[in-house]
């Protein structure tokens, strides 16, 4: 920790040196050990040494930053008179700031040395896992990883943070096959702090591989209807609140004042069943974020509480712009409460719609509305599953759906970065052949 | 530029192995405006070296932040260890890679790189103009990028090479609002291969570009929904290289094959109309250079053409060395590394479907009704073929004339299906290759295509 320190206090006394008011730095070095699997076999092992570097200053209120992997003197001089030279290209803008006044902070979470030979056994235990359970299965590809990292975050307002981490992460992309028949990629994922467990019994992946394999005897819906559609947890984050997100309340879309919820903090934007939260301390969470880009130590926050939006996703940038407050912090460690009925009775409970797993499709415009392919799905018929979905669509607006809400599921999954019950909407089109 | 510290490494490459070893220098330069607000300002420069080993069937690999002596030999041990350890647990006995054609490819072209007040002075000029001649938009952002990865291979068996992709672009993005008040938004990326100072001289010279995307913005401001269900449209030449690159290209990538894509099952049979031929091109292409072209890929295989499509059948795979000796193909040099961390893994590099003999004019005024689909903002497809592509413009076609402009839609089908339907195809092809293909790792890629006409389902509301 020490080397990073020096090399911290000596960008910082260049940055000042060369005309900077402000400025604050990382520095930091990583190690990755990575087992991947291609087509059912393994294929490669892999061990990465990294890096980094990056300076951003303040001249006169204008911003440059600089980004190099490199600790050499001579390297890092030239980044930080580049960064310099960036900002004096720059507009004034006096709405930067950066966090004063914390002090020195120490982090350390989770697996900050790999076990190999069990990560190893690990990977091959659950390739074997899916050979004997889910026959029909390939797994195009799996890549698993242990990722440790440590660093200094230092800033010329008085903060000085080192942090040292590490985590393991199975990735896997797999599809089912019987003959010619296939069904849709998918793709499951989960973070671990440690190797207790097979991996096949974390998150919701033995779950997800019995899904795809029930999907290979599908079909399109017949003609368009206007249903209830059950988003999984993983849809549920990526497809639904990903894109609320960004459309609704991220730095963009307020800036450019095209948030169709720019007026409507601490107002009603949900039912009031919906809560979500971004919570990297929560221990659900495996090595959540610890301090934002902005040096801010980083709190949980509610986003939507009750139903009612609690606060917008903003860099403290954005928030100076616009008059409102900066997000607690920039994670997307995000928490969404579990409701009380087993997902086997909200599908009951469905008149006709469809389960959707993945959804395929353009980001929403900014007025919410969406349209796509409707992925690794089922279409349910007086509360039973009839078969799995091909070339479906679903369209709708994502405003108007969070208020269209039917139930939340009982089950959540839990992978490591975000936590996610399963979701149903009314109101949805569904369009097949 | 990178010197060339890693030949005299060459006399420690393991003897029975296969091994590679590659030097990088990867830099990016951007600066966005929104509204006026310089809210990007960045440059990033990442180097370092990577070597990785063959060994009965895997493969080890490791990568060090550093560009010296020292590392290229620290990498070389710790990949071949990760060889041995692979070899060891998993030893598939497979034999050694297929011979290819050695050589020393040289780099021909000089790196430039502009310091960042270029980029920031020409993107100011160009938002200074919108704002100033388009006071009425809701927002406006513009982008100035430029990205060039520097490669120094060195290889036990093949073409040693030391090659830089260079490109730059401006990105412009405008948003209105309909009279219905739905926000709407267009945008378009100027540019290609090479230095951000070759390629933008003088700002003036998009200004009437920028009118155009404007003036197309205030016709879909009067845009109509299309009508849902199958029709028959004209596909822009963006259209179709998304169509070549995401619903064909990635399902013959020959990982993805052996993973049972849909190419597993269809190879040498017909997939499309006998009108159709789509081509994977290295780095020369209708009497031009490719907009991105590549010479030596990452396992040392010289870059040529890969025969996707011909005259309707499938014909072939993209590979590597190890994928094209499981299907007897021969390697066309598809495997490219993104950073020097990555391995190489078998990528398109610049995909097209090649013109035929149609005017698109007669091809227009042979539709009675349906669409001229121009521009995509978004596509994906799966590895059944089945894709969606978002349709930010088009037009509607009615007797055989131009219409209404449309507002946003979607197309969808299955590509062997769809590319069935083909049944003209324009004579003249372009290319597009702003964005990032992702797969594992991003990588720069090319595509593109004449227009066609075809049958597809389009989305409505």
């Known amino acids: 920790m020490e080397k990073y320190k020096r090399i911290a206090e000596d960008i910082l006394k260049k940055a000042k040196e060369l005309g900077a008011e402000v400025a604050h730095c990382s520095v930091r070095e990583s190690e990755t050990n990575e087992f991947n699997v291609d087509g059912n076999e393994f294929s490669l092992f892999r061990t990465l040494f990294d890096r980094g570097v990056t300076v951003t200053v303040f001249v006169e209120n204008k911003k440059g930053s600089v980004s190099i992997n490199r600790f050499d003197d001579e390297s890092i001089t030239q980044a930080v008179q580049n960064a310099v030279s960036a900002a004096k290209s720059s507009n004034p803008d006096t709405a930067w700031e950066i966090a004063k006044n914390i002090g020195e902070k120490h982090f350390k979470r989770g697996a900050l040395v790999p076990d190999r030979e069990k990560l190893f056994f690990r990977t091959k ?46 990735e ?10 296939a ?8 973070t ?11 998150a919701f992946i033995e779950r997800e591989l019995t899904d795809i394999e029930n999907q290979l005897d599908s079909a399109p819906t017949e003609g368009k209807f206007t249903g209830t559609v059950i988003f999984t947890p993983g849809c549920l984050v990526g497809t639904v609140f990903g894109n609320i997100c960004d459309n609704f309340a991220s730095d963009s879309v307020l800036l450019d004042g095209t948030s169709l919820w720019k007026d409507k903090l601490g107002k009603q934007v949900a039912d009031e069943r919906i809560n979500v939260s971004f919570k990297p301390s929560d221990e659900r969470i495996v090595c959540g974020q610890v301090y934002t880009g902005e040096g801010f130590i980083a709190e949980d926050f509610d986003f939507i509480k009750n139903g009612r939006l609690n606060s917008f996703l903003l860099s403290q940038y954005v928030a100076n712009k616009t008059g409102n407050e900066r997000a607690k912090n920039s994670s997307f460690s995000i928490v969404i409460e579990g409701g009380t009925t087993p997902l086997e009775e909200m599908i009951k409970n469905v008149k006709k719609g469809v389960i959707v797993g993945r959804f395929s499709g353009g980001s929403p415009g900014t007025n919410g509305e969406f349209s796509g392919v409707a992925k690794n799905g089922f279409f349910i018929e007086d509360g039973k599953i009839v078969s799995a979905l091909s070339e479906t669509m679903i369209s709708g607006n994502l405003a108007d759906m969070l208020n269209n809400l039917v139930d939340i599921s009982k089950e959540i999954l839990i992978d490591g970065t975000v936590v996610a019950p399963y979701m149903a909407f009314d109101g949805i089109t569904v369009s097949g052949k | 530029m990178l010197k060339d510290i890693l030949t005299p490494k060459k006399v420690i490459f393991a003897p029975t192995s296969h091994t590679e ?22 440059r990033q420069d990442i180097s370092g070296v990577s070597a990785r080993v063959y060994k009965n069937g895997t493969y080890g690999f490791s990568s060090m932040a550093e560009y010296s002596p020292e590392a290229a030999e620290a990498v070389l041990r710790a990949a071949t260890e990760n060889a041995d350890f692979m070899s060891l647990h998993i030893n598939k006995g497979k034999p050694s890679l297929p011979i290819v054609t050695g050589g020393n490819r040289i780099l021909e072209t000089d790196i430039k790189d502009a310091d960042q007040k270029v980029y920031i002075d020409f993107a100011r000029e160009i938002d200074n103009y919108i704002a100033k001649k388009y006071p009425n938009l809701k927002s406006r952002t513009v982008a100035a990028r430029e990205d060039s990865m520097e490669k120094l291979l060195r290889i036990s068996d093949g073409c040693d090479a030391h090659t ?17 008040g739905a926000p709407i938004e267009l945008f378009e990326a100027y540019g290609g291969k090479g230095a951000f100072e070759d390629n933008f001289k003088d700002p003036q010279e998009l200004f009437p570009k920028i009118d155009i995307l404007y003036e197309k913005l205030m016709q879909k401001r009067e845009g109509v929904y299309a009508d849902a269900g199958e029709k028959t449209v004209i596909l822009g030449s963006m259209m179709t290289g998304m169509l070549a690159h995401e619903a064909v290209g990635h399902t013959v ?14 190879l040498g ?18 009497g031009n250079k490719t907009p991105l072209p590549v010479y030596v890929d990452d396992e040392g295989v010289i870059a040529s053409d890969a025969k996707i499509i011909e005259n309707g059948i499938l014909v072939g795979y993209l590979n590597n060395r190890e994928s094209a000796q499981h299907f007897g193909m021969q390697p066309c040099g598809n495997a490219r590394a993104w950073a020097f961390s990555d391995e190489p893994l078998i990528r398109m590099r610049n995909t097209a479907i090649l013109p035929g003999t149609d005017k698109l004019e007669d091809m227009i005024a042979s539709v009675e009704d349906g669409y001229y689909l121009l521009d995509s903002n978004n596509g994906q497809a799966d590895t059944t073929g089945e894709f969606m592509f978002g349709v930010c413009m088009g037009y509607e076609i009615k007797n055989g004339k131009l219409g209404r402009a449309l507002l946003d839609t979607t197309i969808s089908g299955v590509a062997f299906n769809m590319l069935k339907t083909v049944d003209m195809i324009s004579d003249k092809a372009d290319w597009y290759s702003s964005g990032f293909c992702g797969k594992k790792q991003p990588m720069p890629v090319g595509m593109g295509g004449p227009a066609i006409r075809c049958k597809v389902m389009i989305g409505g509301r």
């Open chain 2, 164 to 180: 830089c992709l260079q490109r730059s672009y401006v990105y412009v993005f405008l948003n209105s609002e309909t009279t219905s």
């Open chain 1, 192 to 202: 671990v702090a440690d190797l207790d467990k097979p991996f096949i019994d974390c």
């Open chain 2, 269 to 286: 049979k017909p997939v499309a109309s006998e009108i159709v031929n789509l081509t994977d091109f290295a780095h020369t292409a209708f």
């Open chain 1, 183 to 190: 069904t849709s990629f998918f793709g499951s994922d989960v």
């Open chain 2, 253 to 266: 990538e020959a990982d993805l094959v052996l993973g049972g894509s849909v190419a597993a099952h269809n």
């Open chain 2, 21 to 42: 070893l590659r030097g990088q220098n990867s830099r990016s330069r951007g600066v966005t405006l929104v509204c006026g607000n310089l809210t990007g300002n960045s």
């Open chain 1, 172 to 181: 896997l992309m797999y599809s089912a096959h019987e003959g010619e028949k």
């Open chain 1, 125 to 170: 235990e659950l390739l074997e896992d899916i050979k004997n359970r889910h026959p029909l299965i390939i797994v195009e590809q799996m890549i698993v990883t242990h990722t440790s990292s440590k660093g200094v975050y230092m800033s010329t307002t008085g903060n000085t943070y080192f942090s040292e981490s590490g985590r393991y992460n199975a």
